[in-house]
């Protein structure tokens, strides 16, 4: 049989499923007429009714078609999951003794098919197989149907309103947003990890950091941050690398070394709250990490000189990438610093890091001039997720540290002028936002926190 709109169907208002406003019916009161638009998310036909979960990325609504003319259709026969469609009908309290989301159900009367979806071989239930995990290749390739799924779907909002907390809090300390370019002519974390791209008759790089930017602008806009991409050409495969991730930075001037470890300290804290404060956000922490805890503060500070004695002091002892005990000067590895972290099991600030293993603009501690005042956040289950310093502030000491790491002076001229133009203590510091999602809602990998993730190998979908 064919549907036709009946001519009894009372007016509908127009809505979205996340509307709570909406008067649910109940016994003798009617409840709201309401006309929505959204996708089959899950099926269940029995034989008294069909039950659809719908959604429309504002939350999910459970909907019953009485068994009848409704389930009697060609379309209703062929619903599948994904079918996007206009349902028609009351919103009424779940039944006692049952439960959906929000305690609430559409009785329909009409609907409309926009658009059906394969309910055979093709079906995204085949695609995408719950049984996988979301990082696996095979299910990054189906990213866009992986998409659709509550969890995916879920860390994306949450996603956004932790982006989202970040801009509030920033505003909340009075820091400005600017927005640095994406294509520059100049490296800060190596040239490694560089991406070359050609621009015009000359050639570019896609910014690894927008660092030196920001410092540029702390005369006149004072303490500046920014939420933009940074991209590094990494060659391994790890957990947390990725070749393109979003990057909050942030740069402070006429500071100390303390002032900005007690800043990002408030900022992560601050930006926690602010997540928190929101309920719908909450629920998704809630679901995403049922076990997530706010980090106690102070932070725990520790010097990477101590570091190195921690490791070599465990049993067995933590050893390097050559597999030998750790000696000052070496790179802390990925998978030494993962372990600390877990054993420790708290937000730790890891500072004053040796000179030769880190970036050329850092200032060198006055007191001991072999480290940097330098600070990498390592949190458990993902390891470092901040980067910071203080900069340099020297001019003489700035042209000898690029003569020192090969970096051709003259293409840093406006960062050299900074020095020359009146120079002052400011430091600042870099965020993941990837791997700060990947602590806080507990993924295997930062993969799992982008849209669409890019790393060695993958450039799509
Ligand atoms: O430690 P990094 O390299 O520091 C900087 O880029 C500084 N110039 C930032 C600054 O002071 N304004 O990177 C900072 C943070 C890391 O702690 C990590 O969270 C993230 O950026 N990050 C990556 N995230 C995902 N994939 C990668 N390949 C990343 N490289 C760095």
Not at 313 to 342: C, S, W, Y
Not at 402 to 418: C, H, V
Request: glycine fraction near 6%; hydrophobic fraction near 35%; charged fraction near 25%.
């Amino acid at each position: 049989i064919t549907l036709t709109k009946p001519a009894w169907l009372p007016e509908a208002k127009k809505t979205r499923i996340g509307n709570k406003d909406l008067r649910l019916g109940e016994g003798d009161t009617p409840g709201d007429r309401v006309k929505v638009a959204g996708r089959i998310h899950r099926l269940r036909p029995q034989k008294h009714a069909t039950f659809i979960t719908l959604i429309d990325g504002y939350g999910h609504l459970q909907c019953v078609l009485q068994a009848g003319d409704l389930t009697k259709t060609y379309d209703a026969m062929t619903f599948a999951q994904g079918t996007s469609l206009w349902l028609y009908g009351e919103m009424c309290k779940v039944p006692e003794g049952q439960s959906a989301p929000d305690g609430r159900e559409l009785h329909v009367e009409y609907y409309e098919v926009i658009g059906a979806s394969p309910s055979e071989e093709d079906a995204i239930t085949n695609r995408v197989s719950s049984q996988q995990n979301q990082w696996d290749p095979a299910m990054l390739d189906q990213r866009h149907l992986v998409l659709r799924g509550d969890n995916a779907s879920a860390l994306m909002k949450l996603r956004a309103a932790v982006e989202w907390a970040f801009v509030k809090t920033y505003k909340e300390m009075n820091i400005t947003k600017v927005s640095p370019p994406a294509l520059v002519q100049t490296q800060v974390e190596g040239g490694a990890t560089l991406f070359s791209v050609p621009y015009y008759d000359e050639s570019a790089y896609l910014t690894q950091s927008s660092q030196l930017y920001l410092e540029t602008v702390l005369p006149s806009l004072g303490d500046v941050y920014c939420i933009e991409k940074s991209f590094r050409a990494e060659h391994s495969l790890t957990r947390r690398h990725l070749s393109e991730y979003t990057h909050v930075e942030a740069e402070l001037d006429f500071i100390d070394f303390t002032d900005l470890l007690d800043h990002i300290e408030e900022v992560t804290c601050r930006v926690i709250d602010n997540v928190l404060s929101d309920p719908e956000s909450a629920a998704h922490v809630k679901e995403l990490n049922p076990d997530f805890q706010k980090p106690v503060r102070p932070f725990m500070r520790m010097k990477y000189a101590e570091a190195i004695d921690w490791l070599n002091a465990q049993d067995p002892p933590i050893l390097n990438e050559e597999g030998k005990p750790h000696v000052f000067g070496d790179d802390i590895a990925e998978a030494a610093e993962r372990k600390m972290t877990d054993i420790i099991n708290k937000p730790i600030f890891l500072t004053h890091f040796p000179v030769e293993i880190k970036a050329f603009y850092m200032k060198k501690d006055p007191s001991d001039l072999r480290v940097t005042e330098s600070v990498d956040v390592l949190m458990p289950g993902v390891g470092e997720i901040v980067g910071g310093s203080m900069r340099m502030e020297g001019y003489e000491e700035l042209l000898a540290a690029y003569e020192k790491q090969g970096i051709p002076a003259k293409d840093y001229y406006w960062y050299t002028d900074q020095r020359k133009y009146g120079t002052s203590p400011h430091g600042g510091y870099g965020l993941g936002l990837e791997r700060f999602l990947a602590w806080m809602a507990n993924q295997h990998t930062v993969r799992t926190a982008c849209l669409y993730p890019r790393y060695m190998g993958r450039c799509k979908p």
